[in-house]
Every structure is written in C-alpha cells, then in structure tokens.
C-alpha cells in the first residue's frame, strides 16, 4: 500500500528489453549530469576526487605491501610467506596454538586454491576500512559517551546504517566514486563505523565511580573542578533512572592557582 501511494499503478508491469520508464529516463539523466561535471564542478574538484583519490592510494599501498608487484620489484613486499606468517603470529599472540594453527592453514589455503590474489586484494580493502573506521568511529565514540544530546542524535542514524544492507549505498556510491576501491571502502566504512562509535559510547558510560574516584589528579582536564579530582563524565550509563547509580555530573570552572 506504501508503495502505490507513490507509483499509484505506474511503473510497475514488465517492460520489454529497449523500453524505459520516465523514472529509468531520470535516473540516467542525472548520471549523465554527474558524469559530465565531474571534471568541472567544484564539489568533484575539490572534494569528491579528492576522497576518491585518497582511498584509491590508500587500498593501492596495501595491495603493494601484500598482494601486488610494488616498488618497481616483481613481488610484493611482504610476500605471500611473509603474510602467511604474519597472520599466524598474530593469531597466536592474541590467540592459541589452534587458532594459530588455524590461521595458517586458512591463508595457505588461498594460495593452494588459486586465489591468493583475490583474496590478499579484499584483506587490503578491508583493511583499509577497519582503519578508517577506528579514525572516524572513536572520537565520535568518545563524543556520543560524554554528550547526551549528541548521543540521542546519533543513535536512530547509526540504527540505519547499520540495517540497511551494504549494497544499499554501493549503487549510489559508484555514481560519485566510480567503480573501484573508493566505493567499496565508502560502503564498508559505513557499515563498520556505528559498532565503533557504539563500544567507544558504552565503554565510556560504563566506567565505574570508584575507578574515577581513584583517578590520579594528573588525568583530570585543566581548567576544571569536580569535587576531588575534577574530571567530567556523563550523568551514568544509559540505563533507567530508577536502576542506574548516581554519578557526579561536573561543572567546568577555572582552577585555583
């Protein structure tokens, strides 16, 4: 019923192979606009070009270090048994033997299959990414855990982003990125950053009176004042009145000299 409030009919039957909706007419016409300025509009000149070339480069070195002949050799810099490696320290730093036995027998496996290329040009791109999204996502993390209001206007878009799918903004993407990295980053990023700014909020809220009692006085911000130590944290966790404790709400003041 939505829908047809907006189509009321229209727009809606099977067309033949050559036949275009005014609504297909639009769309077309409006990437025609998009790729004809491209080049000459300010705001792809200066700003979109710009984004677009900085992904390009960023994905592109790590395609260099792991998956591309790079630097004027005919290998990349690290090398498939350096990646291989890599990836197995790391698993069993932060892991166990199994997981790291795991690891390595998942990145060998690339190679085996014939896809080491592949799949070494998505790990960059999702590299990348995951940067990016640690960038963008804690601050704004640490903002949304000690500013409520910021808080409630963040929270219904990253709800969006976070329930419509990834190709959702991909098809639009491209129009402004063009098909390559910079729009599968984009997409990515946008996808990746609200669980970001999400554990960054609830990491912040969490933190428990007592542990802010002991603070040492060297870590409170200058030019404030709150009771003993002087640091400014949010009025408690976003939980319920009647169940979550009271903590000190601080007021910024200037220091006694």
Same mark, same amino acid.
């Given at each position: ?11 809606? =039957? ?56 790079? =630097? ?34 998942? =990145? ?68 402004? =990125? ?80």
């Amino acid at each position: 019923m939505l829908i047809w409030v907006f189509v009321q009919g229209r727009d809606t =039957f099977q067309l033949g192979g050559a036949e275009l909706t005014p609504l297909h007419v639009s769309i077309n016409e409006a990437s025609e606009v998009i790729d004809n300025s491209r080049n000459e509009n300010p705001f792809f000149l200066y700003f979109v070009n710009y984004i677009r070339l900085f992904l390009d480069e960023s994905v592109t070195f790590v395609q260099a270090l792991i998956s591309q002949p790079s =630097f004027g050799r005919p290998l990349p810099v690290i090398g498939w048994l350096g990646v291989v490696a890599v990836a197995t320290a790391v698993a069993l730093l932060w892991g166990n033997l199994r997981v790291a036995l795991l690891t390595a027998i998942g =990145f060998a496996s690339f190679g085996l299959l014939g896809l080491w290329e592949e799949s070494m040009d998505t790990l960059a791109l999702t590299f990348a990414a995951v940067v990016l999204s640690l960038l963008i996502g804690i601050p704004l993390g640490v903002w949304a855990g000690v500013n409520d209001r910021f808080n409630r206007l963040v929270t219904p878009l990253l709800d969006f982003m976070q329930t419509m799918p990834t190709f959702v903004y991909l098809a639009p993407l491209t129009l402004f =990125f063009l098909i390559g990295p910079a729009s599968a980053t984009v997409a990515t990023v946008i996808y990746a950053v609200p669980p970001a700014i999400r554990i960054t909020a609830h990491g912040i809220r969490e933190v428990r009176p007592a542990i802010l009692e002991r603070a040492p006085p060297s870590a409170r911000p200058p030019g404030s004042r709150c009771g003993r130590y002087g640091s400014r944290w949010p009025s408690g966790p976003s939980s319920s009145a009647s169940t979550r404790p009271s903590w000190p709400r601080c007021a910024w003041s200037p220091s006694p000299r």
